[in-house]
């Protein structure tokens, strides 16, 4: 069966290590899926990428990718780690024309394809653990766009929470749980 295990938080929060640590804890090999787009102009960004690549060691395997999760092709009995959801739902949310009803339903598509493929297509199914952020919380936008974006994100974690078995808020680098 396959098991999920959400992880959220705020902006540099601390989920991430924390994620990474859970997937080490259940697999001396883990994997990890990258779904960042960057552009070669940002250079803090690509800083943020490296710092998160030197914290991974050699038994990591990263998979790169940004927009179709769904076709993912992983091993039996695997321990994933999808960082994360909100650059995910990014470059979806572009992709479709910033239509946040376009994207929602193309992300729960993804997701629940890459979820029921790792049941069905594994004699042991895989363990995901996804990282996504709590946008929301900050306030609400003078930006329509981004309105739009944090309600997208809101309810693609809501998809992904009503699946996980377990869920974890990470606050001020404190994992709480939640589910």
Known sequence: MTRIIMITGGQ????SLHAEQRAL?????????????????DAE???????????????WTTIEEPVKLGSL??????????????????????????DPDATLRAARAEFDRLT????SATST???FIIVTNEIGLGGV????????????????NQHIAARADEVTMV?????VKIK
Request: charged share 20%; with cysteine.
């Open 171 to 175: 606050v001020s680098g404190i994992p």
């Open 125 to 127: 199914a895989a363990t």
């Open 141 to 156: 936008s003078d930006s329509a766009m981004q309105r739009r974006f944090a309600d997208l994100q809101g309810r693609i």
């Open 12 to 15: 540099s929060s601390g989920k």
């Open 116 to 119: 029921t493929a790792a049941t």
């Open 45 to 59: 960004m690509r800083e943020r990428i490296a710092k998160h690549r030197e914290r991974r060691g050699p038994e």
């Open 73 to 98: 092709t992983l091993p039996s009995g695997s321990v994933v780690l999808i960082d994360c959801v909100t650059l995910w739902c990014t470059n979806l949310f572009f992709d479709l024309d910033c």
């Open 25 to 41: 804890a259940l697999c001396p090999t883990p994997i990890y899926v990258a779904t960042a787009r960057v552009d070669p102009a």
